[in-house]
């Protein structure tokens, strides 16, 4: 009873997270159709929980997936210079794309790769026996370790505005996909974590009341 109960929490957290993903992805296409309130609507729901910087976003519909400031610059699309005195410069929910480069998703990258990767592994794991899986405390440490080293570190450079940090780092696609995908894993693991401490904790009460 308890597990089949759990596994269905998790079935339902997956599918929350993949109309929360798919609802991003659903921007650009309303933006293309023409319904651009309605987009304009989404991005400016999902711009309070996602930066939507446009070097680390993703582009639908358009010549080139993925863009740099200095392209979109090149193109006159932002200004040449931030309003927002940091490092790297701030180019972020105020510009949303256009019929040549296309249309942003209304999350980054890596939250692409954070909540893709969780659905995916979220589905395939609601539908195994938690407890024939054997889940480490210490795997589930390094799955998320990137992400959080990653967040970390990038946050202190913005805010101290250490320039020596090469943009190229700090905004690589590749990286954030990778880190993303990381952590998507590491929080379905950390879920079915729970509920496998869960589960045994019922076991070990159930084994006391029946004694």
Not at 112 to 140: H, T
Not at 159 to 180: D, F, M
Request: aromatic letters at 12%.
């Amino acid at each position: 009873m308890n597990l089949a109960f759990n596994q269905k929490v998790l079935l339902i957290i997956s599918l929350i997270v993949f109309f929360y993903l798919g609802l991003a992805f659903m921007a650009p296409m309303f933006m293309k159709g023409g319904y651009t309130s309605i987009a304009t609507t989404i991005y400016e729901i999902y711009e309070k929980f996602c930066h939507q910087r446009v070097e680390r976003s993703l582009f639908l519909m358009g010549e080139k997936s993925f863009y740099t400031t200095q392209e979109l610059k090149m193109l006159e699309l932002i200004p040449n210079e931030s309003s927002e005195n940091q490092y790297p410069e701030y180019f972020g929910h105020d510009y949303i794309g256009n019929e040549t480069v296309g249309y942003k998703v209304a999350v980054c990258i890596r939250d692409i790769a954070l909540y893709g990767s969780f659905v995916i592994f979220g589905f395939l794991l609601g539908l195994v026996n938690p407890k024939k899986l054997k889940i480490s405390g210490w795997v589930i440490l390094v799955l998320l370790l990137p992400i959080l080293l990653d967040v970390g570190f990038q946050t202190l450079v913005e805010k101290l505005a250490i320039e020596a940090v090469p943009t190229q780092y700090i905004n690589s696609i590749s990286k954030r996909i990778v880190t993303g995908v990381l952590g998507g894993i590491g929080l379905v693991l950390s879920v079915l974590k729970l509920f496998e401490i869960r589960l045994t904790n019922s076991d070990e009460k159930e084994r006391m009341t029946n004694a």
